[in-house]
């Protein structure tokens, strides 16, 4: 039993939950809604040991250590979270990493093995009687910075279950940033983990299928309790995303990508591939979680250094011809779930109105008004980065990414972490403002994003 008793918490002087009450029971696996901003990230740092109460109490009838610092370790070693942000908790002892480094093809070694975040522990990994959808043995020689996002939320959980089996996971937004497959692997391996070794599963999520373990519901607004409730979670019903057939267009060809090889070491990630895409044309790009999706846009967002010697053309200009990386990025607005974990220290303690100052060039004050309106940003524009939430934190990438007078969006999971009335914001202005001259990428793996935005769907 876990019984949170009047709670009052804070960060850095802001106020995050006043009076706050709630009780876990032994059995209860519960889901954790609400709101972006409403307190669902911090309710599991509170449960981690990861933030402290400033009045009540959390009282936990499995710790029973006799002093402080044996409960702070005994709490360590039984509850366990999960975060959202997957590279950023697993290169947090490597700083001189950055956000392009995994598109680079000479090994680097500062970047640790997957073996290596593991420790020896990888040698008992038969212990743990896994199902096979979740080995991991196929990653252990990869560098970190290559993985999917759905390869390192397999790692992270792999190497939790590998220091002890914990009585409490909890899992912040687990099924972002992942493709329909993994999302039932994970849900199956969440149950797997709930009713092999009794681990209680308390799960931060806004609207995927969810592992059928969990049997109660929080709804947070505004740092308070809504509603609890009962929860009955049914098997995701499973549906590949359907592809669909090209529409001719006759725009001029924005990218031209001819007979396009990738390839780490051994491992070919894509061979032989083609496309063009053409001026005003509403692209989704669709695949497994490591089939090379993202890969595929640093290539056409000048990231890539594999670019120069491939047969890509970008705006009716071959790479490699002369342009420099910033004549293509000015062209381009790119939105991607990794540039928030490589935000330097300096940068996450900005304002997030003064972090897009900044990095915004040219800057209009007009659209940016516009934004903050649409989005619903003002609550939260003069706070700093860190204090956001996830959710709050994508909004501010969208913004940046949208601030740009581009000829080309490139959208990489761009309504990740958003509540639903958050994602209705953002669509109802891309649907006001996105010109039919702009060219529209965007890598998902929900059904209703293809029916929506695009016209043509790229399958890797």
């Known amino acids: 039993m876990i019984e949170l008793k009047h709670i009052h918490a804070a960060r850095s002087g802001v106020k995050l939950f006043t009076d706050f009450s709630w009780k876990i029971d032994d059995g209860e696996n519960w889901l954790i809604t609400g709101p972006n901003g409403s307190g669902k990230t911090v309710l599991l740092e509170l449960l981690a040991g990861h933030l402290h109460v400033t009045q009540g109490s959390i009282d936990i009838d499995f710790i029973h250590g006799v002093d402080w610092d044996e409960r702070y370790l005994e709490k360590k070693r039984k509850i366990h979270l999960i975060p959202a942000h997957a590279i950023q908790s697993l290169l947090r002892q490597h700083q001189d990493q950055y956000y392009q480094q995994r598109y680079f093809g000479i090994g680097d070694e500062r970047t640790p093995l997957v073996r290596d975040i593991l420790g020896g522990g990888y040698l008992r990994l038969e212990s743990l009687e896994l199902p096979e959808s979740f080995s991991i043995q196929a ?104 592809r669909k057939d090209s529409v001719a267009t006759n725009g001029d060809p924005v990218v031209e990508i001819n007979n ?79 540039l928030m974990s490589y935000l330097s220290p300096g940068q996450t303690v900005l304002k997030a109105g003064d972090y897009l100052r900044a990095v915004v060039r040219p800057w209009n004050d007009t659209k940016f008004d516009k934004l903050v309106e649409s989005l619903e940003v003002s609550a939260f524009i003069d706070r700093p980065i860190r204090m956001l939430s996830s959710g709050e934190q994508q909004i501010i990438l969208i913004i940046s990414c949208l601030m740009k007078e581009a000829e080309m969006l490139l959208l990489d999971e761009p309504f990740q972490f958003l509540d639903d009335h958050q994602k209705r914001n953002f669509r109802d202005y891309l649907s006001l403002y996105l010109s039919p001259d702009q060219t529209l990428i965007l890598i998902t793996h929900y059904e209703e994003d293809l029916r929506e935005w695009t016209d043509h769907t790229k399958r890797l």
């Open 139 to 242: 990653l252990l020689d990869l560098e970190l910075t290559r993985l999917s996002n759905g390869q390192l939320k397999k790692v992270l959980l792999i190497r939790v279950l590998l220091a002890g089996i914990p009585r409490v996971l909890l899992f912040d937004f687990p099924f972002e940033g992942l493709d329909v497959t993994s999302r039932a692997e994970l849900s199956l391996f969440i149950d797997f983990i709930a009713d092999k070794y009794g681990t209680q599963i308390i799960l931060v999520d806004h609207h995927h299928q969810l592992p059928t373990c969990l049997n109660h519901k929080l709804l947070l607004e505004k740092g308070r309790v809504a509603s609890q409730s009962k929860l009955k979670v049914f098997a995701e019903n499973r549906r590949a995303i359907v």
């Open 260 to 338: 396009l090889k990738i390839q780490y070491s051994e491992s070919v990630i894509l061979d032989n591939f083609n496309w063009t895409v053409r001026k005003g044309e509403r692209w989704a790009l669709t695949g497994r979680n490591g089939a090379g999706k993202t890969t595929l846009f640093s290539m056409i967002f000048a990231d890539h250094p594999m670019a120069y010697s491939q047969d890509i053309s970008l705006f009716g200009r071959r790479r490699g011809t002369g342009e420099s990386i910033w004549d293509i990025k000015k062209r381009i607005g790119y939105l991607g779930p990794e």
